[in-house]
């Protein structure tokens, strides 16, 4: 794939860049950063660099990154796009692994291509994922082995570069779309003129189709050197057996007789600004986006590292002023914000702007440099920089708590980025010790300084975005608007700090507990409350500071008249956005940030519910906050306007959009037409009621006899258990005992085609559909899933592989249990629209051949090394414990145990073929497909 080239915008503990600060003391602010020091770092004679870490968090889980300091940038005129096609060809064919030969291995060995084996290009780098569970010692070796050949023996066979040309063509053909277009028409702006806006990862048509063969090969041989890549392994590993393999497999790796330069190609600051108008017939939301550029400083100092943390605190503290905008009455935009982060070229940017209702532009402008202009001269409040370094502490505590439970995927990033830019790697408690000390001498007025220094009045972009049959803006109409947003007084910004603490005024007398059983199978305990509430209890230690849950009960929307569905439908969001007992969602937002806790309300089509995640020690509150949500929604007539608002213009745009028009299309006839099923219609947006929504709501929440609440993670279960009874034993009983009510909501029957056209983009999608019903069961369920992910190994291998009609196909199952049993069966990909016909006829010819011959031993050896070592995987997370619970609760009524074994014995090629003819029904046959229009 390639690394979108739009703006990268790096925000986080481990992605900080820039300079010094006068809150730190002089004599250290120039220190050295203190690399992490349980990497083992290396160069090779040939000048190839690794780095290796052991990381035990998961048993036998490895991760290696090959990373290669090339890209794009380096093709010449006749190359572009080249420096993509070889990571394709990467997968085609290496010295120890011809062809296929090398997916087939990784496949057998539960490595899924896509989701685990990928690799992207951008700019200046290419880059290699190979994630592995070990089996046995071997493995590591052979996985050593295919980033060995990687690096320098991608055979790079004519007939597999002939293959891989239709392949890379429908990646290409994925990106065609508005986005595209307005990028098409703003890079060169974008990147100043240089040689960026030329290069785009993806490259030429003319490229793609007709390079020589020559070509590609003397780009591997001239790039794909030693002293241009690096090795990062990080895992469950012996490090000192791991480097002396590296060593004995990277040695030989040569440099070219004539190795060319590897220029570090830059982005110049022009020191100028600069306009542009781009208008497309898609484009239903005018937009103005800013972006002002400045040198990068990458992080190798402690104020450099300091100034990357006041850029956090900087785009907090701003969108928090945005936020506070959104929630008045009216607000002038949609959408706005800003953020500060990295770019392209050796450049940082400031990057934000609005996005508006149409002919509100200058309105929702203007609002944006004011207040913009407004923190620039008078700076941000002590109180404001407070809340946001809680914002930004939370975070660290979080990451300091669970340091010995972070992954191996969250270092390989870090070294990457060391071996790319220089950055220093730093480990968790060197990072965290830093950014607490910074944090607090950290003062409002370098931060301040900060801001006015990034928002300049030079190397800015502005960029207006708008429907085509507009009139458009000028550069000096919008140079107006600024300059008299300048001169206009700024009220003193009044901040609405919060005052209480306490998210509610009296706490509950509570219930109490009247059952207690233990259910080993599952490592749980399961409570029965006074008022009917389930409460499953799962302790583990998969994380330090992770506590997730999720109540739910029967019922949701299926309960609500056809009158009130509308209204039902977008309750639990009304809510969401309006907050509850005193607390607005403003304030409830604020606070949950601060205290990195999340708790929200739902209601779909058969449950309604909350769930959330936070700290263990922030239990108490979350509860807290289950109990607002339950018994004291709050109602906003204002927050419910701008709501609206945003709802009926997202309607309106999608309705110019082409994937969006196929979407609801897609959605429409998946669901027979029921207005349940359809997207929303503009015309009927006036019967959501704000009371209405709210009556729906109470009723839904006010009685919670029927709920089951299930709680994962690192908490004490003796204080869980007191406070389950005190507040999830005080809501309100009714004892009705709802079950989901049957509407008779099926499928379509029968054979339906219907072709969309949209848009004038050389594209089509296809959709493929199989519906029925059945007699639910977890054996079914688990037939039908292996079969859909055998028929997309077939898919990826013609469709892809043999006929190159096609880069990504998804093969999926979707089936609900209440209140009656149903399927569906759907295949979507993109490709050129004359090859529709040609491919739905493969598609359908694989499913044919699996219900005629079945799948081969080879499928079903894929398929179950893949879901042995996906699951042992996922049973590392707490969010997939929570949701196999709650799966196996909603079905079953009582969890059982995760028995991979016994679950893959009764997977076989028999069973399987019998899957495929019982449920892959051609009476039962749905096709919808997305054409341009002719020109």
Request: charged share 25%.
């Amino acid at each position: 794939m390639i690394l979108k080239k739009s703006l990268r915008i790096l925000i986080g503990l481990f992605a900080l860049t820039a300079s010094a600060t006068h809150s730190i003391a002089q004599e250290n602010r120039n220190a050295l950063l203190p690399v992490d020091p349980s990497l083992r770092f290396g160069r090779l004679s040939n000048g190839f660099t690794y780095y290796i870490k052991r990381n035990t968090v998961q048993e036998n889980k490895v991760i290696i990154y090959l990373i290669n300091k090339v890209g794009s940038i380096l093709e010449n005129e006749k190359q572009r796009g080249l420096a993509h096609f070889l990571e394709h060809m990467a997968f085609n064919g290496t010295a120890h692994y011809p062809k296929n030969e090398l997916l087939n291995y990784l496949q057998k060995s539960g490595v899924r291509f896509g989701a685990d084996l990928n690799a992207f290009t951008g700019f200046n780098v290419t880059e290699y994922q190979l994630p592995i569970l070990l089996k046995d010692s071997k493995q590591i070796h052979d996985a050593l082995q295919v980033t060995r050949d990687w690096a320098q023996s991608v055979t790079l066979d004519d007939e597999e570069i002939e293959k891989e040309r239709g392949v890379i063509m429908s990646e290409k053909r994925l990106h065609k779309g508005l986005e595209q277009r307005i990028e098409d028409k703003t890079d060169s702006l974008t990147y100043n003129g240089s040689l960026y806006g030329d290069r785009a990862p993806i490259g030429l048509e003319e490229v793609i189709l007709h390079s020589d063969h020559k070509e590609i090969r003397d780009f591997y041989h001239d790039w794909y050197r030693p002293d241009l890549q690096a090795l990062v392994i990080v895992g469950d590993i012996d490090v000192n057996q791991v480097e002396k393999e590296i060593k004995s497999l990277f040695s030989d790796l040569k440099m070219p007789g004539q190795p060319k330069l590897r220029k570090e190609i830059g982005i110049p600051l022009l020191g100028k600004n600069q306009f542009l108008v781009v208008t497309d017939p898609e484009i239903k939301q005018p937009a103005m986006d800013v972006t002002i550029k400045f040198p990068r400083l990458v992080v190798k100092t402690k104020s450099d590292y300091i100034e990357g943390l006041s850029r956090n605190l900087i785009s907090i503290m701003s969108n928090d002023r945005f936020n506070e905008i959104m929630q008045l009455p009216n607000p002038p935009f949609l959408s706005a914000g800003v953020q500060i982060g990295g770019f392209e070229g050796g450049l940082d940017i400031l990057t934000g702007g609005v996005t508006t209702k149409p002919g509100e532009l200058e309105t929702g402008a203007r609002a944006w440099w004011h207040e913009m202009l407004r923190m620039k001269v008078q700076g941000f409040t002590k109180t404001e920089l407070s809340r946001a370094k809680e914002v930004i502490l939370a975070g660290l505590d979080n990451q300091y708590k669970d340091r010995d439970k972070l992954g191996a995927d969250v270092f390989v990033a870090k070294y990457g980025d060391q071996f790319l830019t220089g950055a220093t790697a730093m480990d968790i408690e060197a990072e965290t010790k830093l950014a607490k000390s910074a944090l607090d001498t950290l003062g409002v007025t370098y931060v301040n300084d900060l801001f006015k220094k990034y928002l300049k009045d030079t190397d800015r972009d502005i960029i207006i975005k708008e429907e085509s049959n507009q009139t458009t803006v000028s550069e000096s109409e919008v140079t107006r608007w600024i300059n008299e947003e300048a001169s206009k007084p700024f009220k003193p910004y009044e901040d609405k700090a919060l005052q209480r603490t306490a998210l509610i005024d009296n706490k509950p007398l509570g219930g109490q507990i009247v059952n207690e059983r233990s259910l080993p199978d599952v490592g749980a305990t399961e409570l029965k409350l006074s008022n009917g509430i389930r409460v499953l209890l799962k302790p583990t230690k998969i994380k330090n500071d992770q506590l997730l849950f999720n109540g739910y009960s029967k019922g949701g929307l299926s309960q609500v008249s056809d009158a009130n569905f509308y209204s039902g439908n977008l309750a639990a969001t009304i809510v969401g956005a309006s907050g509850a007992g005193n607390w607005s969602a403003l304030e409830l937002n604020r606070w949950m940030e601060r205290n990195n806790t999340n708790v929200s309300p739902y209601i779909d089509d058969n449950y309604q519910g909350i769930a959330g995640s936070g700290e263990p020690s922030k239990l108490e509150e979350m509860m807290q906050l289950i109990t607002l949500y339950f018994t004291n929604p709050r109602r906003d007539p204002i927050a419910f306007n701008n709501l609206m608002q945003q709802v009926k213009s997202s309607i309106e745009s999608n309705a110019s959009i082409p994937q969006a028009i196929f979407s609801d299309t897609v959605k429409t006839i998946l669901g027979d037409h029921q207005f349940r099923k359809s997207p929303m219609p503009l015309q009927r947006i006036d019967e959501v009621n704000l009371d209405r929504a709210l009556e729906v709501y109470r009723d839904r929440f006010k009685d919670a006899s029927g709920f089951t609440f299930t709680f994962v993670g690192n908490f004490d279960i003796v204080s869980l258990k007191k406070l389950a009874a005190q507040y999830l034993g005080s809501l309100p009983a009714l004892n009705r005992q709802e079950e989901v009510k049957d509407l008779h909501l099926f499928y379509p029957t029968g054979r339906i085609a219907r072709k969309v056209i949209a848009g004038s983009e050389l594209r089509a999608t296809v959709v493929l559909g199989y519906p029925g019903r059945f007699d639910f069961s977890i054996e079914s369920n688990r037939q039908m899933d292996a079969i859909a992910k055998i028929l997309e190994f077939h898919l990826i291998s013609h469709l892809r592989e043999d006929e190159g009609g096609i880069y990504t196909v998804n093969s999926s199952l979707h089936s609900v249990q209440y209140p009656t049993g149903q399927y569906l069966y759907t295949i979507n990909f993109d490709c050129d629209p004359e090859n529709v016909e040609s491919l739905i006829l493969s598609a359908n010819s694989e499913i044919a051949s699996l219900k005629s011959n079945g799948p081969t031993d080879d499928d079903v050896e894929k398929f179950k090394a893949e879901y042995r070592a996906f699951m042992v995987q996922a049973f590392n997370d707490n969010g997939i414990w929570l949701d196999y619970l709650t799966n196996q609760l909603q079905i079953k009524g009582e969890p059982g145990p995760v028995d991979i074994s016994a679950r893959l014995k009764l997977i076989t090629k028999e069973s399987l073929q019998a899957t495929a003819q019982k449920y892959f029904n051609s009476n039962n046959y749905v096709r919808i497909i997305l054409l341009p229009k002719i020109k």
